[in-house]
Protein backbone atom coordinates (compact mmCIF):
# COMPACT_ATOMS: atom_id res chain seq x y z
CA UNK A 1 0.00 0.00 0.00
CA UNK A 2 1.35 3.03 -0.95
CA UNK A 3 1.42 5.87 1.51
CA UNK A 4 4.28 8.42 0.77
CA UNK A 5 5.04 10.18 -2.40
CA UNK A 6 8.13 12.35 -2.63
CA UNK A 7 8.72 14.23 -5.55
CA UNK A 8 12.93 15.23 -6.02
CA UNK A 9 12.26 18.77 -7.82
CA UNK A 10 10.08 21.60 -6.97
CA UNK A 11 9.89 23.11 -10.75
CA UNK A 12 7.78 22.98 -13.37
CA UNK A 13 6.74 19.49 -13.21
CA UNK A 14 7.09 18.64 -9.55
CA UNK A 15 5.18 21.35 -8.18
CA UNK A 16 2.06 20.95 -9.84
CA UNK A 17 2.19 16.80 -10.13
CA UNK A 18 2.85 16.85 -5.99
CA UNK A 19 -0.03 19.06 -5.70
CA UNK A 20 -2.50 17.19 -8.23
CA UNK A 21 -1.77 13.78 -6.28
CA UNK A 22 -2.65 15.08 -2.90
CA UNK A 23 -5.24 16.71 -4.33
CA UNK A 24 -6.89 13.04 -6.04
CA UNK A 25 -5.51 11.34 -3.43
CA UNK A 26 -6.37 12.51 0.25
CA UNK A 27 -4.93 9.55 2.08
CA UNK A 28 -1.57 9.81 0.72
CA UNK A 29 1.33 12.11 1.89
CA UNK A 30 3.29 14.22 -1.10
CA UNK A 31 6.17 15.81 -0.22
CA UNK A 32 8.04 17.90 -2.82
CA UNK A 33 11.56 18.53 -2.09
CA UNK A 34 14.16 21.06 -3.45
CA UNK A 35 17.45 21.85 -2.44
CA UNK A 36 16.59 25.55 -3.75
CA UNK A 37 15.29 26.84 -0.21
CA UNK A 38 13.90 30.14 -1.68
CA UNK A 39 12.21 28.03 -4.27
CA UNK A 40 10.41 26.29 -1.42
CA UNK A 41 10.07 29.19 0.50
CA UNK A 42 7.57 30.76 -2.51
CA UNK A 43 5.99 27.30 -2.95
CA UNK A 44 4.91 28.04 1.24
CA UNK A 45 4.04 30.88 0.46
CA UNK A 46 0.62 32.82 -1.30
CA UNK A 47 3.02 33.63 -4.25
CA UNK A 48 4.09 30.51 -5.74
CA UNK A 49 7.22 30.40 -7.63
CA UNK A 50 5.18 29.81 -10.83
CA UNK A 51 2.42 31.10 -12.70
CA UNK A 52 -0.39 28.27 -14.08
CA UNK A 53 -3.99 28.77 -14.26
CA UNK A 54 -5.55 26.71 -11.29
CA UNK A 55 -2.74 25.39 -9.45
CA UNK A 56 -2.90 28.49 -6.66
CA UNK A 57 -6.95 27.34 -6.07
CA UNK A 58 -6.11 23.60 -5.77
CA UNK A 59 -2.96 24.31 -3.53
CA UNK A 60 -5.05 26.57 -1.22
CA UNK A 61 -7.92 23.58 -1.17
CA UNK A 62 -5.35 21.12 0.04
CA UNK A 63 -4.45 23.47 2.73
CA UNK A 64 -8.07 24.25 3.72
CA UNK A 65 -8.67 20.45 4.23
CA UNK A 66 -8.40 20.87 8.32
CA UNK A 67 -5.19 18.52 10.00
CA UNK A 68 -5.51 16.44 6.69
CA UNK A 69 -3.10 18.44 4.36
CA UNK A 70 -0.99 16.08 2.87
CA UNK A 71 1.34 18.52 0.90
CA UNK A 72 4.78 19.47 1.82
CA UNK A 73 7.13 21.41 0.07
CA UNK A 74 10.49 21.00 2.02
CA UNK A 75 14.47 21.56 1.71
CA UNK A 76 14.90 18.06 3.51
CA UNK A 77 15.23 15.98 0.69
CA UNK A 78 17.12 12.87 2.82
CA UNK A 79 13.98 12.35 5.25
CA UNK A 80 11.40 12.85 2.06
CA UNK A 81 13.90 9.94 0.47
CA UNK A 82 13.91 7.55 3.75
CA UNK A 83 10.02 8.26 4.34
CA UNK A 84 8.80 7.48 0.32
CA UNK A 85 7.51 4.43 -1.08
CA UNK A 86 7.28 6.18 -4.60
CA UNK A 87 9.64 8.46 -5.66
CA UNK A 88 9.33 10.64 -8.71
CA UNK A 89 12.41 12.61 -10.07
CA UNK A 90 11.13 15.53 -11.49
CA UNK A 91 14.55 17.24 -11.68
CA UNK A 92 15.73 19.10 -14.95
CA UNK A 93 17.61 17.83 -17.64
CA UNK A 94 19.12 20.48 -19.45
CA UNK A 95 21.00 20.73 -22.51
CA UNK A 96 24.51 19.71 -21.84
CA UNK A 97 26.81 22.95 -22.37
CA UNK A 98 30.34 21.56 -22.55
CA UNK A 99 32.29 18.38 -23.24
CA UNK A 100 31.13 15.19 -25.76
CA UNK A 101 27.44 16.02 -26.69
CA UNK A 102 27.89 19.97 -25.78
CA UNK A 103 24.19 21.48 -27.75
CA UNK A 104 23.15 18.48 -27.96
CA UNK A 105 22.50 16.02 -25.20
CA UNK A 106 21.20 16.20 -22.22
CA UNK A 107 22.59 16.42 -18.90
CA UNK A 108 22.03 14.22 -16.11
CA UNK A 109 24.44 15.52 -13.61
CA UNK A 110 21.16 16.92 -11.56
CA UNK A 111 19.72 13.25 -11.87
CA UNK A 112 22.93 11.36 -11.28
CA UNK A 113 23.51 13.48 -8.02
CA UNK A 114 19.47 12.46 -6.66
CA UNK A 115 20.40 8.71 -7.29
CA UNK A 116 22.97 8.44 -5.22
CA UNK A 117 21.44 10.42 -1.84
CA UNK A 118 18.25 7.85 -2.77
CA UNK A 119 20.78 4.80 -2.73
CA UNK A 120 22.38 6.56 0.44
CA UNK A 121 19.53 7.00 2.41
CA UNK A 122 16.94 4.43 1.59
CA UNK A 123 16.39 1.77 3.94
CA UNK A 124 13.44 0.39 2.72
CA UNK A 125 12.23 -0.51 -0.61
CA UNK A 126 11.53 1.92 -3.04
CA UNK A 127 10.20 2.38 -6.42
CA UNK A 128 11.95 4.75 -8.02
CA UNK A 129 10.30 6.84 -11.09
CA UNK A 130 11.69 8.95 -14.47
CA UNK A 131 9.12 11.71 -14.67
CA UNK A 132 11.88 14.21 -16.88
CA UNK A 133 12.42 13.59 -20.05
CA UNK A 134 15.89 11.76 -20.04
CA UNK A 135 18.07 9.58 -22.48
CA UNK A 136 16.66 6.50 -23.71
CA UNK A 137 18.55 4.13 -21.77
CA UNK A 138 18.73 5.87 -18.75
CA UNK A 139 16.72 3.48 -16.63
CA UNK A 140 18.17 0.71 -16.47
CA UNK A 141 21.37 3.20 -15.65
CA UNK A 142 19.39 4.60 -12.64
CA UNK A 143 18.64 0.84 -11.51
CA UNK A 144 22.61 0.22 -11.93
CA UNK A 145 23.66 3.53 -9.42
CA UNK A 146 20.47 2.49 -6.87
CA UNK A 147 21.86 -1.29 -6.82
CA UNK A 148 25.76 -0.25 -6.53
CA UNK A 149 25.53 2.52 -4.16
CA UNK A 150 22.88 1.01 -1.65
CA UNK A 151 23.89 0.38 1.76
CA UNK A 152 21.49 -1.79 2.58
CA UNK A 153 19.40 -5.04 1.01
CA UNK A 154 16.26 -2.87 -0.27
CA UNK A 155 15.13 -3.57 -3.97
CA UNK A 156 14.56 -0.47 -6.32
CA UNK A 157 12.41 -0.87 -9.34
CA UNK A 158 12.99 2.55 -11.62
CA UNK A 159 10.10 3.13 -13.88
CA UNK A 160 9.56 5.66 -16.56
CA UNK A 161 6.51 7.51 -16.54
CA UNK A 162 7.53 10.91 -18.89
CA UNK A 163 5.44 13.74 -18.29
CA UNK A 164 3.03 15.30 -21.12
CA UNK A 165 2.11 18.26 -19.78
CA UNK A 166 2.10 21.41 -21.48
CA UNK A 167 3.02 24.92 -19.67
CA UNK A 168 0.39 26.96 -19.20
CA UNK A 169 -2.52 23.94 -19.30
CA UNK A 170 -0.45 21.73 -16.56
CA UNK A 171 -3.11 21.59 -13.98
CA UNK A 172 -5.63 20.39 -16.79
CA UNK A 173 -3.16 18.10 -18.66
CA UNK A 174 -2.42 16.39 -15.33
CA UNK A 175 -6.37 16.43 -14.29
CA UNK A 176 -6.74 15.17 -17.52
CA UNK A 177 -4.07 13.42 -19.36
CA UNK A 178 -4.42 12.31 -22.97
CA UNK A 179 -2.59 8.81 -21.93
CA UNK A 180 -0.11 7.58 -19.12
CA UNK A 181 2.95 5.44 -20.48
CA UNK A 182 4.63 3.88 -17.49
CA UNK A 183 7.38 1.89 -18.82
CA UNK A 184 9.13 -1.33 -16.73
CA UNK A 185 11.60 -3.40 -16.66
CA UNK A 186 10.18 -6.87 -17.93
CA UNK A 187 10.08 -8.75 -14.86
CA UNK A 188 7.54 -9.87 -12.45
CA UNK A 189 8.81 -7.27 -10.09
CA UNK A 190 8.66 -4.39 -12.43
CA UNK A 191 5.00 -5.31 -13.46
CA UNK A 192 4.43 -5.13 -10.05
CA UNK A 193 6.32 -1.59 -9.66
CA UNK A 194 3.92 -0.26 -12.87
CA UNK A 195 1.01 -1.46 -11.33
CA UNK A 196 1.89 0.14 -7.91
CA UNK A 197 2.19 3.14 -10.08
CA UNK A 198 -0.75 2.81 -12.12
CA UNK A 199 -3.04 2.27 -8.66
CA UNK A 200 -2.15 5.88 -8.01
CA UNK A 201 -3.13 7.49 -11.23
CA UNK A 202 -6.41 4.81 -11.55
CA UNK A 203 -7.81 7.49 -8.60
CA UNK A 204 -8.26 10.03 -11.36
CA UNK A 205 -7.49 8.60 -14.98
CA UNK A 206 -9.72 5.89 -16.38
CA UNK A 207 -7.62 2.28 -17.02
CA UNK A 208 -7.04 2.18 -20.90
CA UNK A 209 -5.82 5.69 -20.75
CA UNK A 210 -3.14 4.04 -18.96
CA UNK A 211 -0.19 2.31 -21.19
CA UNK A 212 2.19 -0.33 -19.50
CA UNK A 213 5.17 -0.36 -21.96
CA UNK A 214 9.12 -1.42 -21.60
CA UNK A 215 11.48 1.39 -20.04
CA UNK A 216 13.50 2.25 -23.17
CA UNK A 217 9.92 2.78 -25.48
CA UNK A 218 8.38 5.03 -22.58
CA UNK A 219 11.68 7.05 -22.75
CA UNK A 220 11.62 6.77 -26.66
CA UNK A 221 8.46 7.93 -26.51
CA UNK A 222 8.30 10.93 -24.76
CA UNK A 223 11.43 12.18 -26.89
CA UNK A 224 9.08 11.13 -29.90
CA UNK A 225 5.97 12.73 -29.13
CA UNK A 226 7.67 15.90 -28.72
CA UNK A 227 9.52 16.06 -31.64
CA UNK A 228 6.65 14.62 -34.02
CA UNK A 229 4.99 18.02 -32.33
CA UNK A 230 7.92 20.33 -32.96
CA UNK A 231 8.23 19.01 -36.76
CA UNK A 232 4.47 19.38 -37.66
CA UNK A 233 4.91 23.51 -36.25
CA UNK A 234 8.83 23.25 -38.23
CA UNK A 235 6.31 21.97 -41.37
CA UNK A 236 3.51 24.94 -41.44
CA UNK A 237 6.37 27.16 -40.85
CA UNK A 238 7.99 26.30 -43.86
CA UNK A 239 4.65 26.14 -45.94
CA UNK A 240 4.21 29.86 -44.65
CA UNK A 241 7.62 30.96 -46.17
CA UNK A 242 6.16 29.81 -49.51
CA UNK A 243 2.62 31.31 -48.79
CA UNK A 244 4.25 34.93 -48.39
CA UNK A 245 6.18 34.31 -51.75
CA UNK A 246 3.73 33.37 -53.94
CA UNK A 247 0.39 35.30 -52.55
CA UNK A 248 -1.21 32.21 -51.30
CA UNK A 249 -2.87 32.52 -47.59
CA UNK A 250 -1.58 30.10 -44.87
CA UNK A 251 -4.90 30.13 -42.82
CA UNK A 252 -6.38 28.41 -46.45
CA UNK A 253 -3.61 25.69 -46.28
CA UNK A 254 -4.34 24.50 -42.57
CA UNK A 255 -7.67 24.49 -43.59
CA UNK A 256 -7.08 22.35 -46.92
CA UNK A 257 -4.89 20.23 -45.02
CA UNK A 258 -5.84 20.26 -41.42
CA UNK A 259 -9.73 19.14 -42.34
CA UNK A 260 -8.41 15.67 -43.41
CA UNK A 261 -8.77 14.04 -40.13
CA UNK A 262 -6.07 12.19 -40.70
CA UNK A 263 -4.03 15.54 -40.46
CA UNK A 264 -6.42 17.21 -38.31
CA UNK A 265 -5.35 21.08 -37.29
CA UNK A 266 -4.10 20.68 -34.13
CA UNK A 267 -0.66 22.07 -33.81
CA UNK A 268 -0.63 23.42 -37.24
CA UNK A 269 -0.77 27.60 -35.83
CA UNK A 270 1.88 29.36 -38.17
CA UNK A 271 3.95 31.69 -35.72
CA UNK A 272 7.72 33.25 -35.10
CA UNK A 273 8.94 29.85 -34.56
CA UNK A 274 8.53 27.34 -31.41
CA UNK A 275 10.42 27.82 -27.96
CA UNK A 276 9.97 26.45 -24.34
CA UNK A 277 11.77 24.07 -21.95
CA UNK A 278 11.08 20.94 -23.73
CA UNK A 279 10.68 21.14 -27.99
CA UNK A 280 13.75 22.21 -28.52
CA UNK A 281 15.88 20.29 -25.96
CA UNK A 282 14.19 17.22 -26.63
CA UNK A 283 14.63 17.29 -30.89
CA UNK A 284 18.22 18.02 -30.08
CA UNK A 285 18.05 14.91 -27.83
CA UNK A 286 16.68 12.93 -30.56
CA UNK A 287 19.46 14.19 -32.96
CA UNK A 288 22.24 13.42 -30.44
CA UNK A 289 20.72 9.82 -30.33
CA UNK A 290 19.85 8.88 -34.22
CA UNK A 291 23.73 10.39 -34.30
CA UNK A 292 25.48 8.50 -31.65
CA UNK A 293 23.45 5.14 -33.18
CA UNK A 294 25.43 5.76 -36.25
CA UNK A 295 21.96 6.89 -38.09
CA UNK A 296 23.16 9.90 -39.63
CA UNK A 297 19.97 10.26 -42.59
CA UNK A 298 17.99 10.09 -39.07
CA UNK A 299 19.97 12.68 -37.77
CA UNK A 300 20.05 14.81 -40.61
CA UNK A 301 15.86 14.74 -41.20
CA UNK A 302 15.19 15.46 -37.44
CA UNK A 303 18.29 18.14 -37.08
CA UNK A 304 16.27 19.80 -40.32
CA UNK A 305 12.96 20.54 -37.86
CA UNK A 306 15.48 22.31 -35.28
CA UNK A 307 16.83 24.35 -38.62
CA UNK A 308 13.66 25.15 -39.81
CA UNK A 309 12.49 26.51 -36.72
CA UNK A 310 15.48 29.21 -36.61
CA UNK A 311 15.16 30.11 -40.06
CA UNK A 312 11.24 31.12 -39.16
CA UNK A 313 12.81 33.27 -36.33
CA UNK A 314 15.46 34.75 -38.67
CA UNK A 315 13.23 35.32 -41.68
CA UNK A 316 11.00 36.99 -39.92
CA UNK A 317 13.65 39.78 -38.50
CA UNK A 318 14.31 39.96 -41.89
CA UNK A 319 10.75 40.55 -43.34
CA UNK A 320 10.30 43.56 -40.57
CA UNK A 321 13.31 45.29 -41.80
CA UNK A 322 11.94 44.42 -45.97
CA UNK A 323 8.64 46.10 -45.02
CA UNK A 324 9.94 49.01 -43.14
CA UNK A 325 12.31 50.28 -45.85
CA UNK A 326 15.01 47.90 -45.35
CA UNK A 327 16.17 50.31 -42.22
CA UNK A 328 15.09 50.25 -38.68
CA UNK A 329 18.14 52.29 -37.32
CA UNK A 330 16.85 54.82 -34.78
CA UNK A 331 12.57 53.67 -35.01
CA UNK A 332 11.39 52.67 -32.13
CA UNK A 333 9.59 49.54 -32.10
CA UNK A 334 7.41 47.87 -29.31
CA UNK A 335 7.31 43.99 -29.06
CA UNK A 336 4.39 42.88 -27.16
CA UNK A 337 4.93 39.16 -25.41
CA UNK A 338 8.26 37.58 -24.46
CA UNK A 339 7.30 34.84 -22.88
CA UNK A 340 7.77 31.73 -25.49
CA UNK A 341 3.87 31.37 -25.13
CA UNK A 342 0.56 32.83 -23.60
CA UNK A 343 -0.19 32.07 -20.41
CA UNK A 344 3.23 31.30 -18.86
CA UNK A 345 6.24 32.92 -17.21
CA UNK A 346 8.67 30.84 -19.28
CA UNK A 347 11.50 32.49 -21.93
CA UNK A 348 12.96 29.26 -22.08
CA UNK A 349 14.30 29.26 -25.64
CA UNK A 350 11.78 32.05 -26.39
CA UNK A 351 11.49 33.22 -30.24
CA UNK A 352 11.26 36.98 -28.50
CA UNK A 353 14.92 36.36 -27.63
CA UNK A 354 16.38 36.39 -31.16
CA UNK A 355 13.55 38.48 -32.38
CA UNK A 356 14.77 41.36 -29.85
CA UNK A 357 18.02 40.69 -30.26
CA UNK A 358 17.85 40.42 -34.13
CA UNK A 359 16.15 44.37 -33.92
CA UNK A 360 18.69 45.92 -31.44
CA UNK A 361 21.39 45.01 -33.83
CA UNK A 362 20.18 47.18 -36.63
CA UNK A 363 20.18 49.76 -34.47
CA UNK A 364 16.20 50.42 -33.29
CA UNK A 365 15.15 50.90 -30.10
CA UNK A 366 12.95 48.17 -28.64
CA UNK A 367 10.43 48.88 -26.42
CA UNK A 368 9.43 45.19 -24.85
CA UNK A 369 6.33 44.80 -22.72
CA UNK A 370 5.07 40.93 -20.98
CA UNK A 371 2.09 40.80 -18.74
CA UNK A 372 4.11 37.92 -16.71
CA UNK A 373 7.91 38.53 -17.59
CA UNK A 374 10.07 40.81 -15.48
CA UNK A 375 12.52 42.80 -16.93
CA UNK A 376 15.22 41.74 -15.03
CA UNK A 377 14.25 37.91 -16.85
CA UNK A 378 14.47 39.91 -20.39
CA UNK A 379 17.52 41.76 -19.94
CA UNK A 380 19.11 37.94 -18.32
CA UNK A 381 17.88 36.34 -21.90
CA UNK A 382 18.86 39.01 -24.43
CA UNK A 383 22.24 39.96 -22.88
CA UNK A 384 22.72 43.13 -25.17
CA UNK A 385 26.30 44.62 -25.60
CA UNK A 386 27.02 47.88 -23.80
CA UNK A 387 25.80 49.58 -26.60
CA UNK A 388 22.41 48.25 -27.43
CA UNK A 389 21.73 47.92 -23.87
CA UNK A 390 20.32 51.46 -23.81
CA UNK A 391 18.48 50.99 -26.46
CA UNK A 392 16.41 47.99 -24.78
CA UNK A 393 13.77 48.91 -22.52
CA UNK A 394 10.99 47.45 -20.59
CA UNK A 395 7.22 48.73 -19.64
CA UNK A 396 4.87 47.51 -17.24
CA UNK A 397 1.61 48.43 -19.56
CA UNK A 398 0.76 47.75 -23.40
CA UNK A 399 0.43 51.72 -23.89
CA UNK A 400 3.88 53.03 -23.12
CA UNK A 401 5.52 50.23 -25.00
CA UNK A 402 3.58 50.99 -27.93
CA UNK A 403 3.81 55.02 -27.72
CA UNK A 404 5.63 56.78 -30.04
CA UNK A 405 6.30 53.60 -31.96
CA UNK A 406 7.24 53.01 -35.92
CA UNK A 407 6.08 49.16 -35.10
CA UNK A 408 4.50 47.03 -32.84
CA UNK A 409 5.20 43.35 -33.12
CA UNK A 410 3.32 40.98 -31.60
CA UNK A 411 5.27 37.95 -30.45
CA UNK A 412 3.52 36.09 -27.53
CA UNK A 413 -0.19 35.30 -28.11
CA UNK A 414 -1.26 36.83 -24.86
CA UNK A 415 -5.56 36.76 -24.90
CA UNK A 416 -5.29 41.06 -24.00
CA UNK A 417 -3.43 41.72 -27.23
CA UNK A 418 -6.36 40.32 -29.38
CA UNK A 419 -8.70 42.55 -31.15
CA UNK A 420 -12.20 42.78 -30.31
CA UNK A 421 -13.64 40.60 -32.96
CA UNK A 422 -10.91 38.07 -31.91
CA UNK A 423 -11.42 38.15 -28.75
CA UNK A 424 -15.55 37.32 -29.08
CA UNK A 425 -14.53 34.58 -31.96
CA UNK A 426 -12.22 32.69 -29.44
CA UNK A 427 -15.17 33.12 -26.66
CA UNK A 428 -17.17 31.46 -29.04
CA UNK A 429 -14.95 28.77 -29.79
CA UNK A 430 -14.90 28.36 -26.18
CA UNK A 431 -18.51 27.94 -25.86
CA UNK A 432 -18.50 25.69 -28.78
CA UNK A 433 -15.35 23.12 -26.70
CA UNK A 434 -16.68 23.74 -23.58
CA UNK A 435 -13.31 25.48 -22.08
CA UNK A 436 -14.52 26.89 -18.57
CA UNK A 437 -17.52 24.32 -18.61
CA UNK A 438 -18.38 21.84 -15.91
CA UNK A 439 -16.49 19.15 -16.92
CA UNK A 440 -13.06 21.11 -17.25
CA UNK A 441 -13.46 23.21 -14.54
CA UNK A 442 -12.96 21.13 -11.60
CA UNK A 443 -10.39 23.59 -10.33
CA UNK A 444 -11.20 27.09 -10.33
CA UNK A 445 -9.34 28.98 -13.02
CA UNK A 446 -8.16 31.74 -10.37
CA UNK A 447 -5.29 32.25 -13.18
CA UNK A 448 -7.55 32.55 -15.88
CA UNK A 449 -9.56 35.41 -13.90
CA UNK A 450 -6.60 37.12 -13.18
CA UNK A 451 -5.62 37.42 -17.08
CA UNK A 452 -9.23 38.24 -17.60
CA UNK A 453 -9.24 41.04 -15.06
CA UNK A 454 -6.10 42.59 -17.32
CA UNK A 455 -6.69 45.66 -19.24
CA UNK A 456 -7.60 44.49 -22.60
CA UNK A 457 -5.24 46.18 -24.88
CA UNK A 458 -7.09 49.45 -27.20
CA UNK A 459 -5.42 49.33 -30.36
CA UNK A 460 -7.44 52.30 -31.29
CA UNK A 461 -5.71 54.45 -28.78
CA UNK A 462 -2.30 52.12 -29.29
CA UNK A 463 -2.46 53.24 -33.57
CA UNK A 464 -3.47 56.80 -32.33
CA UNK A 465 -0.13 57.11 -30.42
CA UNK A 466 1.99 55.80 -33.30
CA UNK A 467 4.41 57.15 -35.90
CA UNK A 468 3.18 56.85 -39.47
CA UNK A 469 3.21 54.82 -41.38
CA UNK A 470 2.73 52.79 -38.26
CA UNK A 471 3.51 48.71 -39.04
CA UNK A 472 1.67 46.08 -36.96
CA UNK A 473 3.55 42.63 -37.29
CA UNK A 474 1.34 39.81 -35.83
CA UNK A 475 4.08 37.32 -35.24
CA UNK A 476 1.34 34.95 -33.85
CA UNK A 477 -0.93 35.38 -36.36
CA UNK A 478 -3.79 36.50 -34.26
CA UNK A 479 -4.46 39.87 -35.58
CA UNK A 480 -6.93 40.67 -38.17
CA UNK A 481 -5.67 42.53 -41.12
CA UNK A 482 -8.92 43.82 -41.79
CA UNK A 483 -9.24 45.34 -38.86
CA UNK A 484 -5.92 47.49 -38.44
CA UNK A 485 -6.68 48.21 -42.54
CA UNK A 486 -9.79 49.84 -41.16
CA UNK A 487 -7.29 51.47 -38.65
CA UNK A 488 -4.65 52.54 -41.88
CA UNK A 489 -2.09 50.34 -40.71
CA UNK A 490 0.01 48.48 -42.28
CA UNK A 491 -0.20 44.77 -41.64
CA UNK A 492 2.22 42.28 -41.75
CA UNK A 493 1.38 38.31 -40.47
CA UNK A 494 3.09 35.16 -40.96
CA UNK A 495 2.22 32.91 -43.99
CA UNK A 496 0.29 35.96 -45.85
CA UNK A 497 1.74 37.97 -48.76
CA UNK A 498 2.25 41.60 -47.98
CA UNK A 499 2.41 44.00 -50.10
CA UNK A 500 5.40 46.15 -47.94
CA UNK A 501 7.42 43.20 -48.18
CA UNK A 502 9.95 43.51 -51.22
CA UNK A 503 9.80 40.02 -52.18
CA UNK A 504 11.04 40.27 -55.76
CA UNK A 505 14.73 41.83 -53.96
CA UNK A 506 14.97 40.14 -51.01
CA UNK A 507 17.16 40.56 -48.05
CA UNK A 508 19.73 38.15 -48.33
C1 LIG B 1 5.22 20.85 -25.03
C2 LIG B 1 4.28 19.65 -25.32
O1 LIG B 1 3.08 20.15 -25.92
C3 LIG B 1 4.01 18.88 -24.05
O2 LIG B 1 3.22 17.74 -24.35
C4 LIG B 1 5.33 18.44 -23.44
O3 LIG B 1 5.13 17.74 -22.23
C5 LIG B 1 6.20 19.65 -23.19
O4 LIG B 1 6.40 20.37 -24.42
P1 LIG B 1 4.93 23.28 -24.02
O5 LIG B 1 6.38 23.46 -24.33
O6 LIG B 1 4.44 23.71 -22.69
O7 LIG B 1 4.52 21.74 -24.19
O8 LIG B 1 4.10 24.11 -25.11
P2 LIG B 1 3.24 23.88 -26.42
O9 LIG B 1 1.90 24.42 -26.17
O10 LIG B 1 3.34 22.51 -26.95
O11 LIG B 1 3.97 24.90 -27.41
C6 LIG B 1 5.35 24.77 -27.71
C7 LIG B 1 5.77 25.88 -28.66
O12 LIG B 1 5.16 25.70 -29.94
C8 LIG B 1 5.37 27.29 -28.21
O13 LIG B 1 6.41 28.19 -28.51
C9 LIG B 1 4.13 27.60 -29.03
O14 LIG B 1 3.92 28.96 -29.22
C10 LIG B 1 4.49 26.89 -30.33
N1 LIG B 1 3.32 26.48 -31.14
C11 LIG B 1 2.41 25.61 -30.63
C12 LIG B 1 3.18 26.96 -32.45
O15 LIG B 1 4.01 27.76 -32.92
N2 LIG B 1 2.13 26.54 -33.19
C13 LIG B 1 1.21 25.65 -32.72
O16 LIG B 1 0.28 25.29 -33.48
C14 LIG B 1 1.34 25.17 -31.40
Known amino acids: MIQNITCIGAGFVGGPLGAVIAYRCPNISVTVVDKNASRIDSWNSDALPMYEPGLSDIIAEIRQRKNMCNLVFSCEIEKAIHEADIIMLCIDTPTKKFGIGSGMALDLGHIQAAVRTIADVATTDKIVVEKSTVPCGTASRIQDLLVSGSKGNCKFEVLSNPEFLSEGTTVTDLLHPSRVLIGCQRTETGRQAAEKLAEIYKRWTSPELIITMDQWS ?36 VEGCGSDPRIGNKMLHSGIGWGGSCFPKDVAALVYLARSLGLNTVANYWNAVLEMNEDQQTRFVKRILGCMQRCINGKNIAVLGFSFKKDTSDTKHSPSIKLVRGLLVEGATICVYDPMVSESQIRTDVSPSKDDSTRLRVFSTADEACANADAVVVATEWDEFKTPEALLASHQVNLINGVNGSETNDVGMNGAHEISARKKVDWHSIVDNMKQPAFIFDGRNMLSSQYFENLSCRYVGIGYSSRWDDVHYPLL
Open 218 to 253: AELSKLASNALLAQRISSINSLSAICEAVDANIDSV
